[in-house]
C-alpha cells in the first residue's frame, strides 16, 4: 500500500515537471511561430534604414562652365524609440539650438514614427559635425544622414534655378517617391527637371546594437539598393551674357530675355531686382526667404515669366503684319500724321506726313498704326467688325503672344490679348469698335506681354515667322539632343511681309529711335517702347535682334517705371548683343552710366 | 584503483551526459550572447566565455573530488556542513559585498562568491539527514516542523541579503516534503493560492467571490454530500475568499512599488515598455524573432547588441531562442526535463533514506529554477532573477549546481553499498 502510494506520488511529481514543459513549449510556439509580431519588434530595433541621399545633378551653362553645384552638409536625425535620458543642455548647445526647442523637435518627431527615423536637426556644418560625431554615443537614437546642398559660384541666375526645398506634406501625399525631409526642386529649373536632377535615392540596411552604433550592414547589403546621382543639365544660358546683364541690370526694376532664333534656346534668362541664390540654401534659407519675400521690390518675383507689361510701340509690327497679310497695306500705302495734333491718338515723334510703313515703325508713328489698325478691324473683309477683330486676335496669338509659350520653365504667364467676349462684357456685344479699342493699335490697353513673349516676338520676328518654343536646357546627362521636345510654331503671317517689319526695325536702329545706341560693324533691328501703365511712369522696352542677316541673338528689355524706351531697355539691350557677339564691350561709358544707374526709388 | 574501476562502471552516465551537454550547450550561448568580433576567441578568459569555460574545468575537478570523496561523509557531516553555511552567510550579511542591490557576495581575489548559491545543497543534504532517521514519526508536530526550519533559517537570511529570488528556492522543498508524506492537499491548496491570487489581482475581488461562489456550487453538485464533506467545502470558501481579500490587501499595503509594477507589467494591467517592462518584453523579442529553425548560432541580434539585459546570465534563455529557434528551445527543455525526470527515477531507487530524500531535493531546486528562469524569459512568470542551472554564466552557481548534482551522482554510485 505504502509502496504503491509511494509511486503515485512519484509519478505525480513527474507529472508536474512534464506539465511545466508542456506549457512552455506551447508558449514558445506561440510567440516563436504563430506571433510574428516580435520578428517585426526585433528588426525594429537593431535594423536602421538608412535612406542614401544622391546628390542632385549639376548644371552647365552653354559653354560647359559650372553654374551649380553642390556641398556637403549634415542631417542630424532621431529615432524616438531609442531616445534615452541625455545631456539636453549640452546636446542643445552643440547644436546651437534652445533647449526648449528639444522637446518641441522630439515630438513633432514622435508623432510621425517611433520607429523611424525623423529629421531633428537639418544641414548642420561640417564644423558642428565635427564636434558632435566625438559625442555622438552618449545621445541614444541620433544619428547622422549626409545630405548635399546647392552651391552656385556666382551669384547670378537665382530666377532661372530656383531653389530647392524641404517637401511639403501635399506633395508626398501625392507622390510616394517623396518622405518627410526629402528636398524637391520649388522653382526655376530646379522644379522644372526636378525628377532628372534629383536622380534616385538609395536605402542601406545598417544594424545597430543597444546604444544605437551602427554594428554592421544586414545580410551583408543584400537587400540595400545603391543610390544614383542626377543627371547633370547642360543649359543653353551663356554665363557670362547672364553675368554681365545681371550687372547691367542692377538698381532696375524689369527683365531682359535673350534668345538665339534659330534653335529657340534661351541665352539669357534675366529678373531684376535679384537676388544670390547662395542666400536660399540650407539653415538661412527661412529667414532669407522671409526677408526676399517681404522686400517691396519683390526680389524673388520672376518678372521674366511673370511679369506682365504692356508692350507700348514694340507691338505696332504686329499691327504692320496683320495689316500686309489682310492686303489692307503695303508698302506703298501713306497715312498722314498731325504730330502730336492726331486725333484720335497723337503722335510723340517729329517726322515727315504722309508716311508709309517703314518710317512708320522707324519714327514709331502712332497714327499710322491707329489707321492700319482700324482699317482691319473695320474692313478686313471678312464680315462684322466683331468677327475681323476675333481674325485680328487670332494672327497676333500666332505670335506668340496672349498664351504661354510652353517654356522648360515653371509658372510662366500667358500675358493678355483681350478676347471679343472680354469686350462684349465691357461694352455689350455691338457696342464697340476699333474706336473703342483703339489702343490695342499701339500695344496699350488691355494687352500684356511678359519678357519672355516678347523676346520670343524679336526670334519670330528674325525668323521671318517662326519661332522653335523657347527654353533654356540643351541636353540632360549623356545625351546629345532634347530631339523633339520644342516644338516649332508658324505664324500665320506669309514669310515676305516680315521682311518689311524687319525693315522697318533696321531703320529704327539706324534712323530711327534706337541710331545713338548702334554698335560697331553689327546691323541690329529692333524696335524701341515706351509703355503706359497705370502703375506709375512709363515703361522702357527695348527688343531686337542681330546681326540683322544672319540673327544670332534675339533679345527684350523691359525696365519698370524708367520711361523712354531708347533712354535705359535700348542701350542695356545693345550692350547685351555686343557682349555676345564679339565677346567684349568697347562702348565703356554707356556700359559704366547704365551700371551705376539706380532706378529704383 | 578497484575503487575509481568502481565509480566509472557504477557512475550513471545518462545523468552525467545530461549533466555535460548543459554545461557545453550554456558555453557556447555565452559565447554567442555576448559575441564580439574584437574578442572571437572563445577561450579569451578576459571575456565572460573565457571566465566560464574556467568555471566549467574546476566544476568538473569538483565533481572529480566528490566521486572520489567516501560517499558516507555527506551524510555524516551533512548537519555540519549545513551549519558552516549558515554561518557564511550570516558573515556575509555582515561584511559580503553588495553588488546590484544584494548584499551576497564575498569579493576575494577579484571573483565573487555567493554563499547563497551553495545554502542550497547544504540545506539539502540536512534535510535528507534529517528523514534519514530510522522510525522518524512524522505524526509528532516537532518532526514536521523541523524541516519547515532547516529550510527557513537560509531562507530568511537569504531574504535579508535581499536576494529575494534565492530565497524563493526554498520553497521548492514542498515537493520533498510531498514525496515524504505531506498530503496532497498542499500541493492543491499551493495551486489553489496561486489560482486565486493571480486571478484577484487580475479581475479583482469581486469576480473572484463570484467565482468562488461559483467553483464551490459546482463541486457542491458533484460531491459525495455527507455533513463533513459540506463543512470542509464551506470552510474552503470562506478561507479563498478571506485570502482573496487578503491578497488585494497585502499588495497593496506591503508591496514596494516595483514589486507591484512587476506583477501588473506581467499581468498584462500596464504596458509598460520603457521601464520594467523593458526586461521581459526585450527578452520575449529576442526569443520571439528566432522563428521555427531560429536565427543561426552567433546570427543573433537582440542579444548580441544587448537589447536583452543580462543576457548571458538571468537571460541566457533568450540566445537560446533566438539562434536556435522553436527548435533549439524545445530540446534544451526537454534536456532538462530528461535530467529532472532521471533524477527521480534514480532517487526513487536508492535504498538509503538519505539518498533518495536528497535526490529529489535536487529535483526540486533545479526545477524551481528552470521553471521560473524560463518562465520569466517568456513572460509567464514575474521577473526573480535566478540563474537557469548549468547555462547561465557564474562560478557561484556552475559551482553550486555541480556540487548539488554530484553529491546525488556518487550516492546513486553507491546505492547498493551496505547502510
Known sequence: MAQRSNVSRQQTIIAIFLVIGVIYITRLFYIQVIDDSYTLSANNNVLRYVTQYPARGLVYDRNGKLLVYNEAVYDLMVLPAQVKEIDTAEFCSLLQIPIEGFRERL???????????????????????????????????????????????????????????????????????????????????????????????GLKIKMVDVHNREVGSYAEGKYDTVSVTGQDLYLSIDGDLQEYGEMLMAGKMGSVVAIEPSSGEILAFLSSPTYDPNLLVGRVRGHNFKLLSEDPVKPLLNRALMGAYPPGSTFKMVNDLIGLQEGLLTVNTHYFCQGPGSSPIRCTHNHQSPLDVYVAIQQSCNPFHWQVFRSIINSAGHGSLRDNYVSWRKHVMSLGFGEKLGTDMQFELSGNIPSAETFDKIYGRGHWNAMTVRSLSIGQGEILVTPLQLANFAAVLSNRGTYIEPHVVRTIGNQKTLGTRFKQHHSTIDRDHFEVAVEGMRQVATLGTAKWYQIEGITMCGKTGTAENPHGDDHSLFMAFAPADNPKIAIAVVIENAGFGSTWALPIASLMIEKYLTGTVKRTEIEEKMKTTNLIN | ????????????????????????????????????????????????????????????????????????????????????????????????????????????????????????????????????????????????????????????????????????????????????????????????????????????????????IGLAGMLFFFMKRNRKNIISLVALLVVAIGFAYSVEYGVDRFLGDHQKARINVLLGKTVDLKGVGYNVNQSKIAIGSGGFFGKGYLNGTQTKYNFVPEQSTDFIFCTVGEEWGFVGSTVVIALFLLLLVRIVVLAERQRSEFSRVYGYGVAAILFFHFTINVGMTIGLVPVIGIPLPFFSYGGSSLWAFTILLFIFIKQDINRNALL
Open chain 1, 107 to 201: 515630438d513633432k518627431a514622435k508623432k510621425y514614427s517611433r520607429y523611424k527615423p525623423s529629421l531633428f536637426e537639418k544641414q548642420i556644418s561640417k564644423e558642428t559635425y565635427g564636434y558632435l560625431e566625438e559625442k555622438m554615443y552618449r545621445y541614444k537614437g541620433f544619428f547622422v544622414q549626409p545630405r548635399t546642398l546647392r552651391k552656385y559660384p556666382k551669384p547670378i541666375g537665382a530666377h532661372l534655378f530656383g531653389y530647392v526645398g524641404e517637401v511639403t506634406q501635399g506633395v508626398i501625399d501625392k507622390n510616394p517617391y517623396y518622405k518627410s525631409g526629402d528636398y524637391i526642386g520649388i522653382s526655376g529649373i530646379e522644379k522644372a527637371y526636378e525628377e532628372i536632377l534629383r536622380g534616385k535615392k
Open chain 2, 1 to 212: 584503483m578497484r575503487e575509481r574501476n568502481n565509480i566509472f562502471s557504477n557512475i550513471d552516465w545518462q545523468i552525467t551526459v545530461l549533466y555535460l551537454v548543459l554545461v557545453l550547450m550554456g558555453w557556447l550561448n555565452i559565447y554567442a550572447a555576448v559575441y564580439n568580433e574584437d574578442y572571437s576567441n572563445i577561450f579569451d578568459i578576459t571575456q565572460s566565455y573565457g571566465k566560464q569555460l574556467i568555471w566549467i574545468l574546476s566544476s568538473l575537478f569538483l565533481a572529480l573530488l566528490i566521486l572520489l570523496t567516501d560517499a558516507r561523509f555527506f551524510s555524516t557531516f551533512a548537519y555540519l556542513i549545513y551549519g558552516f553555511m549558515i554561518v557564511l552567510l550570516l558573515i556575509v550579511l555582515a561584511v559580503g559585498t553588495e553588488i546590484s542591490g544584494s548584499k551576497s557576495w564575498f569579493q576575494i581575489a577579484g571573483f565573487g562568491l555567493q554563499p547563497a548559491e551553495f545554502a542550497k545543497f547544504a540545506t539539502n543534504l540536512a534535510i535528507a539527514r534529517f528523514f534519514n532517521q530510522q522510525h522518524l514519526n512524522l505524526s509528532h508536530l516537532n518532526n514536521r516542523l523541523f524541516p519547515l526550519v532547516l529550510m527557513g533559517i537560509p531562507a530568511i537570511l537569504i531574504l535579508l541579503q535581499n536576494d529575494t529570488g534565492s530565497a524563493l528556492v526554498y520553497s521548492s522543498f514542498i515537493l520533498v516534503l510531498y514525496r515524504m508524506g505531506l498530503s496532497g492537499n498542499f500541493l492543491l491548496a499551493g495551486l489553489l493560492v496561486v489560482l486565486v491570487a493571480v486571478s484577484t489581482l487580475m479581475v479583482g475581488t469581486t469576480y473572484v467571490l463570484f467565482l468562488l
